[in-house]
């Protein structure tokens, strides 16, 4: 019988949560071809924060978008939790996805019609969690990310630093073995942006638990474990981020979410039911 992919005991291979060796992605054909990726060798040892940084249209996306199984890589080979996600069912790939992945999209792909706490509950309620469990722990990690006071709120009525907190939570709180963010500090000041990688960094790191971050944001690299440079589709080098006290004090981290601003009331909104 073969391994199951939702199993959350399944032994790591030696590389660790993400290993990929010669990693290519090719989008479109002929004259308007465009090489993504072009042979990305990379591995992420469980417990370890990977920032992924380089100028726009380097193929940060792209690859970590392999990663977490959303495109299919053209060549190479990348094994995620110790599966090739391409290789799986379909099905199969969707439930070790739902379970085990969690994805911060730069465009947060909030639902428009849901409020913030059935956005959040998302993951819980596909894996089927009853629906009042799921708002619970929905709210619990809201209230990590400073909008416990926005529960009934639709993502409308939010800003956009508002809506990204919302993002990370939702890709919180199923507790993944992997979490993977593009650009997650992107709309945030300095504060919130600090108390959500001490947040990503608590939640999402641990034994056989990791987290990939893409950014552009240097205030948040004294975080990483390790940081690799993309350039044109390659990675062209790795190693330890810089240290802290080589940025300048305003980027250090901080300790809270700034929640002052945050009215006591709300308006009542109208519930907006899931099927």
Excluded: W
């Amino acid at each position: 019988m073969g391994a199951d992919p939702d199993n959350k005991n399944l032994e790591m291979p030696a590389a660790g949560v993400v290993h990929c060796r010669g990693v290519t992605k090719v989008f479109g054909t002929g004259e308007s071809v465009v090489q993504a990726l072009r042979g990305i060798d990379l591995d992420i040892a469980g417990g370890e924060l990977r920032m992924l940084v380089g100028p726009s249209g380097c193929g940060k996306t792209t690859l970590i978008s392999v990663i977490a199984g959303i495109l299919d890589r053209d060549g190479g080979e990348c094994r995620v939790l110790g599966q090739d996600l391409q290789a799986l069912p379909p099905n199969a790939r969707t439930r070790l996805r739902g379970k085990r992945i969690g994805f911060v999209f730069q465009a947060y792909n909030l639902i428009p019609t849901l409020t913030v706490e059935e956005n959040t509950a998302v993951p819980l309620l596909i894996q089927g969690l009853r629906r009042r469990e799921a708002l619970e722990r929905a709210g619990a990690m809201l209230d990590r990310v400073g909008l416990g006071g926005r529960r009934q709120s639709l993502p409308s009525q939010l800003s956009g630093g508002q809506q990204q907190r919302v993002a990370i939570a939702r890709a919180l709180v199923h507790e993944p073995d992997l979490v993977v963010c593009d650009e997650p500090t992107s709309a945030l000041d300095h504060r919130t942006g600090d108390a959500v990688m001490a947040l990503l960094r608590e939640v999402a790191v641990g034994p056989g638990r990791s987290l990939v971050v893409v950014t552009h944001d240097a205030r948040i690299f004294p975080y990483a474990d390790a940081v690799s440079v993309m350039d044109d589709g390659r990675i062209v080098s790795s190693g330890p981020p810089p240290s802290a006290a080589a940025l300048p004090t305003s980027t250090l981290p901080t300790a809270a979410f700034p929640t002052a601003a945050l009215p006591d009331r709300l308006p009542s909104l109208p519930q907006v039911a899931t099927p």
